[in-house]
Structure formats: C-alpha cells, structure tokens
C-alpha cells in the first residue's frame, strides 16, 4: 500500500490541520469524487456521468491525487478493454461524517444564497 505524501506535511506541527485536511481534499472536484464513492466502487465514466461539469483531464488529475495520497483505491482489472475501479480507502472512508456534514451544511446554505 502506498504512504500518503508526508513531505507535504513534514512541518505539520506549524500548520493548522485543517490546512493540511483541506490540502488532500479540498480541490473543487475532490469533494465531489469522494461524496460518489461514497455509494461504492465507480468506473471512470460512471464518475464523469455522475459529474458532467468536470473534464476528463481533471477528474484524471483528481482521482490520481486521490490515490496518491491514500484516499482512494485504483483496482486495474487485466483484461481488454481494461477495467479500472475507484473505492475508498480506509482513509476515505473515516470522510464519511465530514462528507455528509457538508451535504448537509450545503442544502441549508442554498436557501441562504438563493
């Protein structure tokens, strides 16, 4: 299993954490990736249909960064086509009372904004 980018963090104790939290989830998309997978396993088309704003070449990018920092899971199935799956990681999956905080935090700040 891979290891998060710790670098990132090798001043941690000088950076809040919610800095730090926001730094591996808090692009535009990343939330959205997350709050997805959070129905189960996706296939990359099956994340762009459920997200049609985002470009291939950012939901790339995203759903790379994602694993890269051992949020999520990349499954590569040997055969043709291939067959490439998406999951939580035991990390993602601690995000689940903060993804659906914001859900939440986010249909009530609709009304306020509307």
């Not at 670098?7 to 535009?28: H, M, S, T, W, Y």
């Not at 189960?40 to 994340?47: D, I």
Request: net charge positive.
């Amino acid at each position: 299993m891979k290891t998060p980018q710790k670098d990132r963090f090798d001043d941690c104790q000088q950076r809040c954490p919610v800095e730090a939290a926001l730094d591996v989830i808090g692009n535009k998309w990343k939330g959205v990736i997350l709050f997805h997978l959070l129905g189960g396993v996706k296939r990359f088309n099956e994340l762009k249909r459920l997200i049609p704003d985002v470009s291939q070449r950012v939901l790339t990018l995203q759903l790379r960064e994602l694993e890269n920092d051992c949020v999520i899971i990349r499954k590569v199935y040997p055969q043709v086509p291939p067959k490439v799956e998406y999951s939580l990681s035991e990390l993602g999956l601690s995000l689940e009372p903060i993804l659906i905080a914001l859900r939440e935090w986010g249909e009530k700040a609709i009304q306020n904004i509307k």
